[in-house]
């Protein structure tokens, strides 16, 4: 048991905590030996242990949840049924108040990552809980935060820690997350980064909704080449506007997508040319522009104001006047 414990659990053994009567913990400044484990094991003390290493890399994420256990199953089963995570997931009943769903890495992935896989799939499941790490890296002299290591007794409850799933331990099988994955993911860290910086910008509450649509995080996300930039500018620059944005705001947004393009960016007097061209003259983006590649073509979508086909049906319909060739000069 100590050492399936230690092939799962246990990341940093320098050191450890001990749980108190009344919930919290005393950090230990000694290592987390066999014998602190078996007085765990035996009801003696509870010990928490700390979940980043001296490098910032984990061996596990946990969903830590109060008191809505129903939330707890839903994270489980989730990963129960992913075709990479399903052997490497535990469910524990924390023998206080809530649950605990464990996922297991080998080798260890860095503490960033972890953190974004397990905030991505709370997100995505809608459930409201703690997501360990909290911490994308610690200092040498930190240590982040910490779990009580299951099979213990909760101090304040009284209650044992059990696993409900699997039944044992030994049958948890730790995934290996694949590079390619691990740097497919870095970019996305990278991408959620820039799209807060352009939060910042923009008051709060101004427009709730743009980080929702779809057109903004194709721009955003997208692959966006430079034939593309000035259309992608100019959609940008009439949302914001149609939006209640002040020509400035617009601009401050505007260069700040601006230096965040994977191609080469615009010259900044350029986008205050678009920003110009959008507020005082009501340029907007055509439909041949729009049409160029995926990344534009998406502007489209959704579009309920048939402008387009009309403007087309219009231009068959209309009979152009006969030029009369003069002959001879005069």
Not at 204 to 219: H, T
Not at 255 to 271: A, D, T
Request: with cysteine; hydrophobic share 35%.
């Amino acid at each position: 048991m100590i050492q399936a414990i230690r092939r799962l659990f246990i990341g940093r053994d320098d050191t450890f905590a001990v749980q108190n009567d009344d919930g919290s913990y005393t950090r230990v400044e000694k290592p987390l030996t066999d014998e602190i484990i078996l007085k765990h094991l035996s009801g003696e003390i509870t010990i928490g242990v700390y979940q980043l290493d001296l490098n910032s890399n984990i061996k596990w994420i946990c969903w830590d949840f109060d008191e809505n256990k129903a939330d707890a199953l839903k994270v489980y089963e989730y990963l129960k049924n992913h075709e990479r995570y399903g052997k490497a997931c535990v469910l524990e009943d924390t023998g206080g108040r809530g649950a605990h769903v464990w996922l297991f890495f080998n080798p260890m992935i860095p503490g960033y990552v972890g953190k974004f896989i397990g905030n991505e799939i709370a997100e995505k499941l809608g459930v409201k809980c703690e997501v360990f790490p909290k911490q994308e890296k610690v200092n040498l002299d930190g240590f982040g935060s910490l779990v009580r290591l299951p099979f213990g007794v909760h101090r304040k409850y009284g209650r044992r820690s059990i696993i409900l799933d699997p039944s044992s331990i030994d049958e948890v099988e730790p995934v290996a997350i694949p590079q390619d994955v691990i740097m497919e993911i870095e970019e996305l860290i990278k991408h959620k980064g820039e799209m807060e910086e352009m939060k910042k910008v923009i008051p709060a509450g101004l427009i709730p909704w743009w980080v929702e649509c779809k057109a903004f995080d194709r721009i955003i996300y997208g692959n966006i080449e430079e034939g593309t930039r000035n259309e992608c500018g100019f959609w940008i620059a009439r949302l914001l506007r149609n939006s209640g944005f002040p020509s400035w705001m617009t601009e401050e947004v505007l260069q700040c997508w601006n230096r965040h393009l994977k191609c080469r960016s615009l010259p900044e007097r350029e986008i205050h040319t678009i920003v110009k061209s959008v507020y005082s003259k009501g340029y907007s983006v055509g439909k041949l522009s729009l049409k160029k590649t995926p990344e534009t073509s998406v502007y489209c979508e959704g579009c309920v104001k048939p402008v387009c086909s009309e403007k087309k049906t219009r231009k068959k319909n209309e009979k152009k006047p006969k030029l009369i060739k003069p002959y001879g000069v005069l």
